[in-house]
Structure formats: structure tokens, C-alpha cells
């Protein structure tokens, strides 16, 4: 059985990072993700990944909490950054080449994004990881995945959450919430489902680019998602 997307853009959530923790980044998750990444990788599939950074710090809490939202984006921001390295270190350390490339430039620990760099890399086999979100405040880590997988052609987004798909509302609360297994951009926005935010979303309707919402917590979920199993909710026009 052959992927059905040769170059894919997945959006791994800061939060999931933590695990059973209170904060920072579980073994056994990085592990997990990193040997999921591996097995798409193998199959010759294009790997960028966004990986937020709620785990560490979140823009919005800081500001509630007295800080600047301004710095307290920046400090998310760098969050990202440093989810980024270790997942890197844990990819590579199962002998997949990965590179960092960030948004707001630190040459001393990755390199700066540049399009053309990034496609030259995950042409190479490299698994191009996208840290420091999209480089801006007010900005969240859904849209740098929106963004980057536009920039780089990706065919999908493919979004990692707690859930296994989109409800008509949060199943955890409901237990008569229902899935969708198709639902599109615009049913989105006016019912304010949870995927992505609203800026995300609108980025993906305008370039047509499809988002499927994943369980990325059950292992080989991400080779399932590529191999076209019907599994999760697929975001589409
Ligand atoms: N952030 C930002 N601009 C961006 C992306 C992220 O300012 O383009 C900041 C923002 O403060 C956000 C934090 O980085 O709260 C961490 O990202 P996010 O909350 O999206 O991570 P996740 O929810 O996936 O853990």
C-alpha cells in the first residue's frame, strides 16, 4: 500500500507534549511521536512539522497572569522553539535526518526559514521541523502550519489533538456529541468547531488545502492518517 500525500505538514500540539505531567515534555510522548514520524518518513512521505508550545508557555495565560501579551507571545514563541529541538534530538536519535528552521532568526542553534532551503531539504528525505511559529505575536502555531504548508506546497495539514475528529460539540462534556467524518471550512467558522483557529482555517479554505483532525496519542495513528484509513475528520471545501 502506497501514502496517499507525497509531502505532508503536521501540526503537533505543544500540550499533548506534556503527558500525564503538570508541564514540559513527556519521554514517552517525543518517543512516541518521533518513532511515528520515522514510519511515515520510511515510506518516502515529505515530513514538516509545527509543534506548538502550551506545554511550556501560552501568550494568552501570561497576560492573564500580568505579563505583556506582546512578550508573552514572544516567550511561546520560544517555547516552540525549544519543543522543536527536542523533538529533533529524538527523531534523529532513530537515524531520520531532521532539520530546525525558525521563524525568528537564532543561527547559533537552527537555521532561519527560507522556502526554497526548507523543499530542498524535505526533497533530500530531511524531516524540516518549523519552530517560532510564525515569527509574529498574536499569531497561533495553527497558523504556522497553515502558512508553512501552503509555503511549501504540503497536500495536507494534518492535525494531532487529544480527540479523534471534530464534534458538533466537546465530547468530553457531551456525551451525545456526534463526529463529523467530513466537514467543511466554512461549517467551521460559522459553528465555531474546534479545529484550528479562525485565521488557520481561512488560510486553508483560500488555498484549498485540506486539514484532516487526528487521535495522535494511539500509536501509528499518523501512518493510518497517510495511508488514507478513514480515521479522524477530514476539513475540506
Ligand atoms: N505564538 C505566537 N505567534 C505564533 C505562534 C505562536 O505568538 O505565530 C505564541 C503564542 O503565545 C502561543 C504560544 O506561542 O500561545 C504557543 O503556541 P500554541 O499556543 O499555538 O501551542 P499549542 O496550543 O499547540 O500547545
Known sequence: MKSVYKRILLKLSGEALMGDQEFGISSDVITSYAKQIKEVADLGVEVGIV??????????SGAAQGIDRVTGDHMGMLATVINSLALQNAIESLGVPTRVQTAIEMPKIAEPFIKRKAQRHLEKGRV????????NPYFTTDTAAALRAIEINADVVIKATKVDGVYDKDPV???????YEEVTYTEVLNKDLRVMDATAISLCRENRLPIIVFDSLVEGNIKKVIMGENIGTKVIE
Open 51 to 60: 509543534i506548538g508550545g502550551g506545554n511550556i508557555f501560552r501568550g494568552l
Open 128 to 135: 524540516v521541523i518549523f519552530g517560532a511559529g510564525t515569527g
Open 173 to 179: 462534556k457531551f456525551s451525545d456529541a456526534v463526529k
